[in-house]
């Protein structure tokens, strides 16, 4: 499909970079695991989940554009359907992000576990439904939300990590 022959390359590359940061968050996750702390669940379901999520989102619509369809109806249906299961998905984070008491969220938290994603997902779903009349803009809009899901999953395991290392190894010491 000559639409997304552009983008080979674009969709090869964000697809590698996030199932590799895939593996390594798994990686973490096991170091970190090595000493849980109260209120550790609750808190990861709000905090680290979504970075998989995010890293899983844009692995799978570089997946599907990757994909040799004869139409673009049939990708853009599968990148719009994960937009909109991504903008539900963000407004459970967010529900999980008010009910947990192991850390106090802060303005820096808000915006990338919750207003980045809701675009993200907004960008993604809306593009699924101008890929039929407006192929190439939809293409930017989908390329604009993997790559915003590929850059908040990065913030989001380095701020976790750097929050474990210099706060909770910290307070181990004590």
């Known amino acids: 499909m000559p ?3 552009a983008w080979d390359s674009f969709y ?3 697809g590698s970079a996030a199932g590799g940061l895939i593996g390594l968050q798994f990686v973490v996750m096991t170091l970190i695991a090595a000493r849980p702390s ?7 379901a709000a905090f680290a989940t979504p970075t998989i999520v995010y890293f899983a989102v844009v692995l799978f619509v570089a997946a599907i554009l990757r994909a040799p369809w004869q139409s673009l109806a049939p990708a853009a249906a599968l990148w719009g359907l994960a937009g909109a299961c991504g903008f539900a998905y963000t407004v459970v984070v967010v529900l999980r992000m008010r009910r947990q008491t192991r850390y106090t969220p802060e303005f820096e938290d808000w915006l990338f576990h919750g207003f980045l994603p ?4 907004a960008v993604l779903g ?3 439904f101008a890929a039929s009349t407006h192929a ?3 293409s930017f809009g989908v390329g604009t939300a993997v790559l915003m899901l590929l850059f908040i999953g990065i913030h989001n395991a380095w701020d976790a ?3 474990h ?5 910290r307070n181990a010491g004590d």
């Open 165 to 169: 290392v210099f706060v909770n190894m």
């Open 3 to 5: 639409v997304l022959a």
């Open 38 to 44: 109260l209120g550790a669940p609750e808190a990861g």
């Open 136 to 138: 190439r803009e939809a």
């Open 161 to 163: 990590i750097a929050y």
């Open 126 to 128: 809306l593009s699924a």
């Open 12 to 14: 090869v590359i964000v």
């Open 118 to 121: 809701f675009v993200a997902y």
